[in-house]
Nanobody, 123 residues
Framework: QVQLVESGGGLVQAGGSLRLSCAAS????????VGWFRQAPGKEREFVGG???????YDGKSVKGRVAISRDNAKNTVTLQMNSLKPEDTAIYYC?????????????????WGQGTQVTVSS
């Protein structure tokens, strides 16, 4: 059974930083691309960034220059470091995995999803 579990969310002031982690189990993690998405109340789910199975990193437009994504295949984890946080970054953040070699920005391309972790940025 494949499981993705996000952690690291919380309340932070604008301008602060957070590090989210996605821990995977039940799959050969190194064969999977991992994407981060977020969904704010009343809005559609949005691509934040991702890292391919080969290590290629792609940042979403809304967070470009403010995030760093890394993966540790030995630990089956992907980390999303977010800096210079803004109130508009407030959302539930999800990690998702798909078997492949290139990051996709469309949520429908991902097979497995975590339950999400809440990030709240206060002004």
């Amino acid at each position: 059974q494949v499981q993705l579990v996000e952690s690291g969310g919380g309340l932070v002031q604008a301008g602060g930083s957070l590090r989210l982690s996605c821990a995977a189990s039940g799959l050969t993690f190194g064969n999977y691309d991992v994407g981060w998405f977020r969904q704010a109340p009343g809005k559609e789910r949005e691509f934040v960034g991702g890292i391919s199975a080969s290590g290629h990193i792609y940042d979403g437009k809304s967070v470009k220059g403010r995030v760093a994504i890394s993966r540790d295949n030995a630990k089956n984890t992907v980390t999303l470091q977010m800096n210079s946080l803004k109130p508009e970054d407030t959302a539930i953040y999800y990690c998702a995995a798909r078997r492949g070699i290139s990051i996709r920005v469309y949520e429908g391309d991902y097979t497995y999803w975590g339950q999400g972790t809440q990030v709240t940025v206060s002004s």
